[in-house]
């Protein structure tokens, strides 16, 4: 069941983000570090109702951030529609245990339902150039690659851009 997430969340959160971090490291995937995510964003998250938890037998097994507001570092990106009305997925992280189950899939589900209920034009996210996992499986839900960002703190290489027009 998707839910809210909320504050008294964010410690399972963080044990979800370092598990997932050591699980990619483990693949040679240096996507996600000490650095990112941490504490704060999904605090920030919580605080504007972004958050949102996927809990199975009363465990939070996996999360989500759908935000509107546009981060700063994807001003200079060419998107295929207007700088408005547009819904932003941050920090999609299910736990290693709960991984090729389809758990991603309906997190995803559930924030492209979000977004066509409340009308947003389009959904854009970022993932890693070296995470071929995640390029395959937002390529194959019809997320088009865009133009490339840089995160020097997580890593040398870019992030791309993608965006799903609804």
């Known amino acids: 069941m998707i839910r ?3 504050i008294s ?3 399972t959160i963080l044990n979800i983000t370092k598990s997932c971090a050591a699980h990619m490291i483990q693949n040679g995937i240096y996507q996600w570090n000490e650095h990112y995510p941490n ?4 605090v920030n998250d919580a605080e504007n109702n972004d958050l949102y938890v996927d809990v199975e037998n009363e465990e939070i097994i996996a999360c989500i951030s759908l935000c509107v507001k546009m981060d700063e570092v994807y001003m200079p990106i060419t998107w295929k529609t207007k700088n ?3 819904l932003y997925i941050h920090r999609l992280a299910v736990h290693p245990d709960f991984q090729k189950k389809g758990v991603g899939k309906n997190l995803m589900d559930f924030a492209e339902n979000y977004a066509r209920e409340k009308l947003y034009k389009s959904i854009r996210l970022d993932t890693f150039s070296k995470n071929k996992r995640n390029l ?3 390529e194959s839900r019809g997320y088009h690659r865009l133009e490339s960002i840089y995160f020097p703190k997580q890593s040398e290489f870019p992030f791309y851009c993608y965006e799903l027009i609804l």
């Open 84 to 86: 408005q009305n547009n």
């Open 136 to 138: 395959k499986f937002y």
């Open 9 to 11: 969340d964010i410690d």
């Open 39 to 42: 504490k704060s964003s999904f």
């Open 4 to 6: 809210a997430g909320n």
